[in-house]
C-alpha cells in the first residue's frame, strides 16, 4: 500500500508545525520504503513506526505527536480546498497525471510533484500535450500567431499547455478555448481565485475551467507566487507536453 494524499500532504505539513527537515526527497524515501517492504501503512500509528526505523536522520525524529498535529493543519487545507472547488491528486494515486511521474529539473535530475492541487476536468491531462509560451510582452502578429496555432493544434486532439500569463501564454489559452478545444494552466501558486496569477488573467482562469479545461499547481489553496515557484513550475508545463 503506497501513502495516500493525506498521509503525503500530512508529511509536507510538518514544517507547519515546526519540524524541519523533511522536504519532497525525504517523503519520497518514505514512499519507496513502503513499496520495497510491501508495508501496509493505513495509520499515522504505523507511519510513525515505520519512519522511527528508517536510516535518515530528520525522518527518524518525527513523533506520532507531530504526525497527528501536521494532519490537523493537513486537514483544515484539505477542507477549505473542497470547499473551494479545488481537487488534490497525490503521486501514488491512479489518477495521477502519468506524463509527470517522470518529471525532471533543469539540472537533468529527477523531480516529480508530490502533490498536484487541481480545478477542472483531471483527465485532460492524459491528452497529448503541446506547450505555447513565450513572451509577456507579445507583439500582435505574436499574439495571433499563437492564437492560431493553438486553435489548430487543438482541433487535432492535443491539451494546450501553458501557464496563464500575460502575452503568448495566453494567446495558446485563448487559441484552444476559440475552437473548443482543451486547455491546461500550469500555476505557480494557490488556486483560490484570490491567489490566481496574475491577477489580470483571474476571468480566463475561469474561463478555462468552464469549458472543460484544467487549473493545476504544486500549490496548497492561498500560496502566492514567488520567484521560485515560478522558475519550477516551468518543469510541469514541459513534462507535460
Known amino acids: 500500500m503506497a501513502l495516500s494524499k493525506e498521509q ?3 508529511l509536507t505539513c510538518l514544517k507547519d508545525v515546526g519540524v524541519k527537515g523533511v522536504g519532497p526527497q525525504k517523503v519520497f524515501a518514505i514512499g519507496k520504503a513502503i513499496d520495497e517492504r510491501n508495508l501496509d501503512v493505513r495509520s499515522y500509528e504505523d507511519l510513525a513506526a515505520l519512519m522511527k526505523g528508517m536510516k535518515e536522520k530528520a525522518i527518524q525524529k518525527v513523533s506520532l505527536a507531530n504526525l497527528n498535529e501536521a494532519y490537523q493543519v493537513a486537514q483544515k487545507i484539505i477542507d477549505a480546498s473542497d470547499q473551494a472547488n479545488i481537487g488534490l491528486v497525490g503521486y501514488y494515486d491512479d489518477d495521477f497525471p502519468n506524463a509527470l511521474r517522470n ?8 523531480d516529480p510533484p508530490l502533490l498536484l492541487w487541481y ?3 483531471l483527465s485532460i491531462a492524459k491528452l497529448p500535450g503541446l506547450a505555447v509560451i ?5 507583439t500582435p502578429e505574436g499574439v495571433a500567431g499563437g492564437i492560431y496555432l493553438s486553435g489548430q493544434f487543438a482541433k487535432r486532439g492535443f491539451n ?16 484552444a478555448l476559440n475552437v473548443g478545444g482543451k486547455t491546461t494552466a500550469i500555476l505557480a501558486n494557490g488556486l483560490d481565485y484570490d491567489s490566481i496569477y496574475p ?3 483571474q476571468d480566463l482562469a475561469e474561463e478555462i475551467v468552464e469549458n472543460g479545461g484544467l487549473l493545476m499547481s ?3 489553496i492561498g500560496a502566492k507566487v514567488n520567484r521560485y515557484s515560478l522558475v519550477a513550475r516551468d518543469r510541469l508545463q514541459s513534462g507535460l507536453s
Open 8 to 10: 503525503i500532504l500530512t
Open 103 to 110: 518529471t525532471i529539473n533543469e539540472k537533468g535530475k529527477a
Open 119 to 121: 480545478r477542472g476536468e
Open 134 to 138: 513565450g513572451t509577456r510582452e507579445a
Open 160 to 175: 494546450i499547455v501553458s501557464g496563464l500569463a500575460i502575452g503568448c501564454d495566453t494567446s495558446g489559452h485563448k487559441g
Open 199 to 201: 491577477p489580470e488573467n
Open 218 to 220: 504544486e500549490h496548497r
